[in-house]
């Protein structure tokens, strides 16, 4: 069982900078794939970025440029810099941990973490 805890949301102007952060429990956090989706109200949860243990990143086109994505191992954190916010990005952010062994994938979720951009 992996438990996550999201920190760091807020309010913020457009333009502004927010750091999320992401605290997992587990043993083997340097092995998980982590990531951050998003839901704003009245849309649909989606895929903000990825990183694998590995260090592979992904990002959706709509932040690339913006945002950051990054981990410490020794920490058990994984980050979210997000940069020249707008008023688009509002939106609970979520914390997700990805499991994967042979035959098994486990999905775990953060309760959330609430950016809003708003001037």
């Known amino acids: 069982q992996v438990q996550l805890v999201e920190s760091g949301g807020g309010l913020v102007q457009p333009g502004g900078s927010l750091r999320l952060s992401c605290a997992a429990s587990g043993r083997n956090f340097s092995s998980y794939t982590m990531g951050w989706y998003r839901q704003a109200p009245g849309k649909q949860r989606e895929l903000v970025t990825t990183v694998t243990g590995g260090g592979n990143v992904n990002y959706m086109d709509s932040v690339k440029g913006r945002f950051t994505i990054s981990r410490d191992n020794a920490k058990n954190t994984v980050y979210l810099q997000m940069n020249n916010l707008k008023p688009e990005d509002t939106a609970v952010y979520y914390c997700?941990?990805?499991?994967?062994?042979?035959?098994?994938?486990?999905?775990?979720w953060g309760p959330g973490t609430q950016v809003t951009v708003s001037s």
């Open positions: 997700t941990a990805v499991i994967v062994r042979p035959g098994i994938r486990q999905d775990y």
